[in-house]
């Protein structure tokens, strides 16, 4: 009986060779293909990446799809206006909308249309709104998203007075800064 298995034993010793080697070639087409699929996907988000930031450059025309899907990206990416007090009025529109939005008030606010820390074309408006804690991020989300670019530099929260503003108010001064396009 001995004999019968050992040659049983040696007539399998090829046929695990070959599934082994078989098994093997498996594991490293699929760690190829894994590769590649990777190397495809980067590549794809590279070439999506480069078309995106040719059309905010202006060098590519938006296609028909993305118009409709985009509205908040319509418009210029800089404050519009024959003037400098024309792009601050535009940028206080803008804050003021937002504010609304949020279901704020806008308690005092300032247009500052000289000495901004980014060059002489930007226009910054700094505010004092009063609005409840979770209108806050929806607040800095409307203003930073779309066009035209505004972004906020600084922003102070404090709670508000209990004076009938209601549960979860705050005080919030912020300064958000836009880039005037220039006299067209």
């Not at 909308?97 to 005092?108: M, P, Q, Y």
């Not at 670019?149 to 209601?166: C, H, K, N, T």
Request: glycine share 10%.
């Amino acid at each position: 009986m001995t004999a019968s298995l050992a040659r049983y034993t040696k007539d399998l010793r090829p046929l695990a060779a070959v599934i082994g080697y078989a098994a093997l070639v498996l594991v490293l087409v699929a760690i190829g293909l894994g590769a590649v699929t990777d190397l495809m996907a980067r590549r794809a988000a590279v070439a999506e990446a480069q078309d995106r930031l040719d059309r905010l450059q202006g060098r590519k025309p938006a296609t028909p799809g993305e118009a409709a899907g985009q509205d908040d990206r319509a418009g210029s990416p800089f404050l519009e206006g024959p003037s400098l007090t024309v792009a601050g009025a535009v940028l206080m529109q803008r804050v003021a909308a937002a504010a609304e939005r949020a279901d704020g008030r806008i308690l005092s606010s300032r247009v500052e249309l000289e000495a901004a820390p980014f060059g002489p074309d930007f226009v910054a408006v700094t505010a004092a709104l009063e609005l409840r804690q979770p209108e806050l991020q929806n607040l800095l989300y409307d203003l930073e998203a779309g066009q035209p670019y505004l972004f906020v530099r600084q922003l102070a929260v404090q709670p508000g007075q209990d004076e009938g503003s209601g549960a979860g108010a705050l005080r919030v001064t912020l300064t958000v800064y836009g880039r005037w396009q220039g006299a067209s």
